[in-house]
């Protein structure tokens, strides 16, 4: 292992990307040929939001072993957010641009300073850790609001509009999915403090209940909450169609690389050892609740993410769309895929949403309504024949995680004995 | 909340004047929990000072609702008991529950069989016999339905990883949904529920001081057998400590207690300054009250005193060891879910029957609260359930009727990640020992 020369491009690397922009110039010439119509490229779309979505819910229950169904709730705020975002600045209003932006950097700079504030205290329980980040964002988010949106909204407005239109638009939404995904991280990273010490069912049960308390919420988005342009339960309505494919397909390229790269880390070591056994992870130095966090944060910021790139391809939102019963999908598919693959979320992302979203849809007339009963049936079906997933533990050359050789010494072997 | 952590005390070696005890930060941000607390308990207090009776009526409702969601959650526990599986399609056991009664009585009539045989029998005898049979009938389509699940979708997949029972719970529960929403089954509409019985509304002067009265000495009776066999208990007589728990006396304890005390309360006629005391009750919760008692104290004894139970107890605790002492686990793990589904089915027509409408997909969110009922409660734990379940729907109702009704399910489910980050085993549970 050591003789080996140190590069910075390994050959499954190149493969993997090259391969990568083939089939993203495959697809977009398709686009751009109408090929794949419209209805077919949305399907695209919406299979690499899932994916995203889904390889963050791998990170957290499939590496790291934290069960969790609260993946479509920071999907559902990753989505409103970034909606918001380009919907105000669409209608004049710079903001929410602002107003995002900058309550996510001065929050992040309140929990560093929250954090080193703790560090010089024992004993400090999670609740109070939690209090403290929650006072914490709460005070950026209102200096965000309250001081600072008026000001740099005006400076963001008057850079932007010195840029071309096409180039302000790109940047405008690069931002939103910024947005989107860091007020899904900032939440999911509150969130996670005290429930992720709970562990196994119920750190689930907890994260449903997010998922419930999320869709409620969005649900009275005008009426409780101050966003009268989401309008509550009726929908939001007027988001720009800014989706665009090599938007989705950097994303989720992005998605994939961090993701690997953190597996393939110390860090990506630690989180997989406390999946395997918490305790032992423990004893070996390993920061347990840190770790968790991580992947907990990491896995909503990809959320988000999707739910920023969902949001503006659909050009719709409705709460009842992010309904708890939703949130099994990320976890149907990861478990399809194989609990800690990345390349059977990457390959049933896709597939699961080809196949019941532009698939089962053309069931022959009459027979529409039995897509959601065929789908249980081939759940059903696949969960007895192949409860480990249809990849198991496999991994694409470049995925694959190279764990260093066991070195044999000496004294282990075990000597013969001679007769 | 007392769950400090040792990680963070300074070690020998590490220097320990510049770290500081975090026990003053711990307490600043109790007193703000406390305070949050306080204030709801304002509002509540605040609401119940200005009209009592308004108040006091949200509580009835709320208890209604709550021994609806016990019956559910009775199920959950004990599945999770037992099997440690999240059964997300006992929701729809419960949704097939509420049709299953809905075409016994409308397409068979049977809520009125007496009348087939008997033509002039009189009213409240034929209500009274049709409900129970509606309700017995129920019980045991939707245990059977359960045990076929169980033994289909389950069954094949306890020796693999737990997550695939979760994910072929969720597929069941969709399956059990939609394919209700075919036309040829339930179809997707809203319909109307026939109810077995008319619903009559008991307020002051309807009730019977009779009826009252007899619950009180009911009760008085009940409480005071209690207490002397308590009394006796403490002193060393192992035979009243045994006869303490009888399952009859518990149940007329039960029953006299909540019946009495509803009773009174819609009997009242009370007019103070001109506020009028003005509660009223229904035949619908009486009877949900009643049969939720009967069913879930009829279990309790299942599985306290019954050999079966004994064996759901021992599968429960240790599978392998039970099976090596001659418990057959599959057949008791099937009669647990036959009585899970019994329960959820009994639910589902209560729920109907006081609600008046049937859907496809009514089963997901009462299903969803008795199971955060369960957890609240301590799951694995028969009381645990029923007084989880009861706090679950004095949270709901009293959350929708004095602070914020579209919150409602937010404050629910907000309850109930505070209950688990303080108690996590719940109310009743007993703290998980992990096996090393």
Same mark, same amino acid.
């Given at each position: 292992m050591q003789n080996e020369p140190k590069v910075f491009f390994k050959k499954e690397s190149a493969r993997f990307i090259g391969i990568g922009l083939v089939i993203f110039l495959i697809v977009q010439f398709l686009i751009n040929t109408n090929l794949l119509n419209s209805f077919w490229s949305g399907i695209i779309f919406w299979g690499a939001a899932i994916t995203i979505l889904a390889l963050g819910l791998n990170l957290i229950?499939?590496?790291?072993?934290? $069960? #969790?169904?609260?993946?479509?709730?920071?999907?559902?705020?990753? &989505?409103?957010?970034?909606?918001?975002?380009?919907?105000?600045?669409?209608?004049?209003?710079?903001?929410?641009?602002?107003?995002?932006?900058s309550g996510a950097l001065l929050t992040l700079v309140c929990y560093v300073g929250i954090a080193a504030f703790l560090r010089r205290f024992y004993r400090v329980t999670v609740m109070t850790q939690f209090t403290f980040y929650l006072l914490g964002t709460v005070f950026s988010f209102a200096i965000a609001v309250l001081v600072l949106a008026q000001p740099l909204g005006r400076l963001a407005q008057t850079i932007l509009s010195a840029l071309p239109g096409g180039l302000s638009q790109q940047i405008v939404f690069f931002i939103a999915l910024l947005g989107g995904a860091a007020l899904a991280g900032i939440v999911s990273y509150l969130f996670g403090i005290p429930v992720l010490e709970l562990?196994?069912?119920? $750190?689930?049960? #907890?994260?449903?209940?997010?998922?419930? =308390?999320v869709k409620v919420l969005l649900d009275n988005t005008d009426t409780i909450l101050p966003f009268p342009e989401m309008k509550g339960a009726r929908g939001m309505?007027?988001?720009?169609?800014?989706?665009?494919?090599?938007?989705?397909?950097?994303?989720?390229l992005l998605v994939v690389m961090v993701m690997r790269n953190i597996l393939h880390s110390s860090i990506g070591r630690a989180i997989v050892s406390v999946r395997e056994d918490e305790r032992a992870a423990e004893l070996v130095g390993i920061n347990v609740a840190n770790a968790k966090l991580l992947a907990f944060v990491v896995?909503?910021?990809? &959320?988000?993410? &999707?739910?920023?790139?969902?949001?503006?391809?659909?050009? $719709?939102?409705?709460?009842? #769309?992010?309904? $708890?019963?939703?949130?099994?999908?990320?976890?149907?598919?990861?478990?399809?895929?194989?609990?800690?693959?990345?390349?059977?979320?990457?390959?049933?992302?896709?597939?699961? =949403?080809?196949?019941?979203?532009?698939?089962?849809?053309?069931?022959?007339t009459g027979y529409e309504?039995? @897509?959601?009963?065929?789908?249980?049936?081939?759940?059903?079906?696949?969960?007895?024949? @192949?409860?480990?997933?249809?990849?198991?533990?496999?991994?694409?050359?470049?995925?694959? @995680?190279?764990?260093? &050789?066991?070195?044999k010494t000496e004294e282990t072997e075990p000597e013969e004995v001679p007769a | 909340m007392e769950k400090a952590q040792n990680r963070g005390v300074p070690t020998e070696g590490s220097p320990a004047q510049s770290r500081h005890d975090g026990m003053i930060l711990n307490r600043i941000s109790q007193g703000l929990f406390v305070l949050l607390g306080l204030v709801v308990l304002y509002v509540l207090g605040r609401a119940g000072w200005k009209s009592p009776s308004i108040f006091i009526q949200q509580v009835l409702n709320g208890l209604q609702l709550g021994f609806i969601y016990a019956l559910?959650?009775?199920?959950?526990?004990?599945?999770?008991?037992?099997?440690?599986?999240?059964?997300?399609?006992?929701?729809?056991?419960?949704?097939?529950?509420?049709?299953?009664?809905?075409?016994?009585? /409308?397409?068979?009539? *049977?809520?009125?069989?007496?009348?087939?045989?008997?033509?002039? /029998?009189?009213?409240? !005898?034929?209500?009274? *016999?049709?409900?129970?049979?509606?309700?017995?009938?129920?019980?045991?389509?939707?245990?059977?339905?359960?045990?076929v699940v169980e033994r289909f979708a389950y069954r094949p997949l306890r020796s693999k990883p737990r997550i695939a029972a979760l994910i072929t719970a969720v597929g069941v529960s969709f399956f059990l949904e939609y394919f209700g929403a075919l036309p040829f089954a339930y179809t997707n509409n809203y319909i109307t529920y026939p109810r077995p019985f008319e619903i009559e509304v008991y307020n002051a002067g309807k009730i019977s001081?009779? *009826?009252?009265? !007899?619950?009180?000495?009911?009760? /008085? %009776? /009940?409480?005071?057998?209690?207490?002397?066999?308590?009394?006796?208990?403490?002193?060393?007589?192992?035979?009243?400590?045994?006869?303490?728990?009888?399952?009859?006396?518990?149940? %007329? *304890?039960?029953? !006299?207690?909540?019946?009495?005390? %509803?009773?009174?309360?819609?009997?009242?006629?009370?007019?103070?300054?001109?506020?009028?005391?003005?509660?009223?009750?229904?035949?619908?919760t009486l009877i949900i009250m009643g049969a939720s008692i009967t069913l879930q104290v009829l279990l309790q004894y299942v599985v306290n005193r019954t050999k079966l139970g004994k064996a759901m107890r021992a599968a429960a605790y240790d599978k392998p060891a039970a099976r090596l002492m001659g418990i057959n686990v599959d057949g008791v793990i099937a009669l647990t879910f036959a009585l899970g589904g019994g329960l959820a089915g009994a639910a589902g027509v209560l729920y109907a029957t006081a609600y008046k409408q049937v859907h496809h997909l009514m089963g997901i969110i009462p299903g969803l609260k008795a199971f955060v009922a369960a957890v609240?409660?301590?799951?694995?734990?028969?009381?645990?359930?029923?007084?989880?379940?009861?706090?679950?729907?004095?949270?709901?109702?009293?959350?929708?009727?004095?602070?914020?009704?579209?919150?409602?399910?937010?404050?629910?489910?907000?309850?109930?990640?505070?209950?688990?980050? %303080?108690?996590p085993q719940g109310i009743f549970g007993e703290p998980a020992t992990e096996k090393v």
């Amino acid at each position: 292992m050591q003789n080996e020369p140190k590069v910075f491009f390994k050959k499954e690397s190149a493969r993997f990307i090259g391969i990568g922009l083939v089939i993203f110039l495959i697809v977009q010439f398709l686009i751009n040929t109408n090929l794949l119509n419209s209805f077919w490229s949305g399907i695209i779309f919406w299979g690499a939001a899932i994916t995203i979505l889904a390889l963050g819910l791998n990170l957290i229950y499939g590496f790291n072993g934290q $069960f #969790s169904l609260g993946q479509y709730g920071f999907y559902a705020i990753g &989505a409103y957010t970034a909606a918001d975002i380009t919907y105000r600045w669409t209608h004049g209003d710079p903001s929410g641009v602002a107003v995002v932006l900058s309550g996510a950097l001065l929050t992040l700079v309140c929990y560093v300073g929250i954090a080193a504030f703790l560090r010089r205290f024992y004993r400090v329980t999670v609740m109070t850790q939690f209090t403290f980040y929650l006072l914490g964002t709460v005070f950026s988010f209102a200096i965000a609001v309250l001081v600072l949106a008026q000001p740099l909204g005006r400076l963001a407005q008057t850079i932007l509009s010195a840029l071309p239109g096409g180039l302000s638009q790109q940047i405008v939404f690069f931002i939103a999915l910024l947005g989107g995904a860091a007020l899904a991280g900032i939440v999911s990273y509150l969130f996670g403090i005290p429930v992720l010490e709970l562990g196994s069912d119920y $750190f689930g049960i #907890s994260t449903l209940g997010f998922t419930i =308390i999320v869709k409620v919420l969005l649900d009275n988005t005008d009426t409780i909450l101050p966003f009268p342009e989401m309008k509550g339960a009726r929908g939001m309505i007027g988001i720009p169609q800014w989706t665009t494919w090599p938007w989705v397909f950097f994303s989720l390229l992005l998605v994939v690389m961090v993701m690997r790269n953190i597996l393939h880390s110390s860090i990506g070591r630690a989180i997989v050892s406390v999946r395997e056994d918490e305790r032992a992870a423990e004893l070996v130095g390993i920061n347990v609740a840190n770790a968790k966090l991580l992947a907990f944060v990491v896995g909503s910021i990809f &959320a988000g993410l &999707a739910g920023g790139i969902r949001a503006h391809d659909l050009a $719709f939102l409705h709460p009842q #769309s992010f309904n $708890f019963i939703q949130s099994f999908n990320p976890l149907i598919i990861v478990v399809f895929g194989g609990l800690g693959s990345m390349t059977g979320t990457l390959f049933t992302g896709f597939v699961w =949403i080809i196949l019941l979203e532009g698939i089962l849809r053309d069931l022959p007339t009459g027979y529409e309504t039995w @897509r959601f009963v065929i789908y249980p049936l081939v759940l059903l079906v696949m969960m007895l024949l @192949r409860p480990e997933g249809l990849m198991g533990r496999y991994e694409l050359p470049y995925l694959r @995680r190279v764990l260093p &050789a066991r070195r044999k010494t000496e004294e282990t072997e075990p000597e013969e004995v001679p007769a | 909340m007392e769950k400090a952590q040792n990680r963070g005390v300074p070690t020998e070696g590490s220097p320990a004047q510049s770290r500081h005890d975090g026990m003053i930060l711990n307490r600043i941000s109790q007193g703000l929990f406390v305070l949050l607390g306080l204030v709801v308990l304002y509002v509540l207090g605040r609401a119940g000072w200005k009209s009592p009776s308004i108040f006091i009526q949200q509580v009835l409702n709320g208890l209604q609702l709550g021994f609806i969601y016990a019956l559910i959650a009775l199920g959950y526990t004990m599945i999770y008991g037992i099997v440690r599986l999240i059964n997300f399609a006992h929701g729809d056991v419960f949704m097939i529950g509420a049709f299953t009664s809905f075409y016994t009585i /409308a397409t068979l009539n *049977l809520h009125r069989w007496p009348l087939w045989f008997w033509p002039n /029998a009189s009213g409240l !005898g034929v209500t009274l *016999l049709g409900t129970a049979s509606v309700i017995i009938l129920t019980m045991i389509t939707t245990g059977a339905l359960a045990v076929v699940v169980e033994r289909f979708a389950y069954r094949p997949l306890r020796s693999k990883p737990r997550i695939a029972a979760l994910i072929t719970a969720v597929g069941v529960s969709f399956f059990l949904e939609y394919f209700g929403a075919l036309p040829f089954a339930y179809t997707n509409n809203y319909i109307t529920y026939p109810r077995p019985f008319e619903i009559e509304v008991y307020n002051a002067g309807k009730i019977s001081p009779m *009826l009252i009265g !007899g619950m009180w000495v009911l009760f /008085a %009776v /009940a409480a005071l057998l209690f207490g002397v066999l308590y009394w006796r208990g403490r002193k060393g007589d192992l035979k009243a400590r045994v006869w303490m728990r009888h399952p009859v006396l518990q149940w %007329v *304890l039960m029953l !006299g207690g909540f019946m009495s005390a %509803v009773l009174t309360l819609a009997g009242l006629h009370v007019e103070t300054g001109g506020k009028v005391w003005d509660l009223s009750t229904s035949n619908v919760t009486l009877i949900i009250m009643g049969a939720s008692i009967t069913l879930q104290v009829l279990l309790q004894y299942v599985v306290n005193r019954t050999k079966l139970g004994k064996a759901m107890r021992a599968a429960a605790y240790d599978k392998p060891a039970a099976r090596l002492m001659g418990i057959n686990v599959d057949g008791v793990i099937a009669l647990t879910f036959a009585l899970g589904g019994g329960l959820a089915g009994a639910a589902g027509v209560l729920y109907a029957t006081a609600y008046k409408q049937v859907h496809h997909l009514m089963g997901i969110i009462p299903g969803l609260k008795a199971f955060v009922a369960a957890v609240v409660g301590g799951i694995g734990s028969i009381p645990g359930a029923v007084v989880g379940s009861l706090i679950m729907g004095q949270t709901e109702v009293l959350a929708a009727g004095f602070i914020s009704t579209p919150m409602r399910d937010a404050i629910v489910f907000s309850m109930l990640i505070i209950v688990l980050l %303080v108690r996590p085993q719940g109310i009743f549970g007993e703290p998980a020992t992990e096996k090393v």
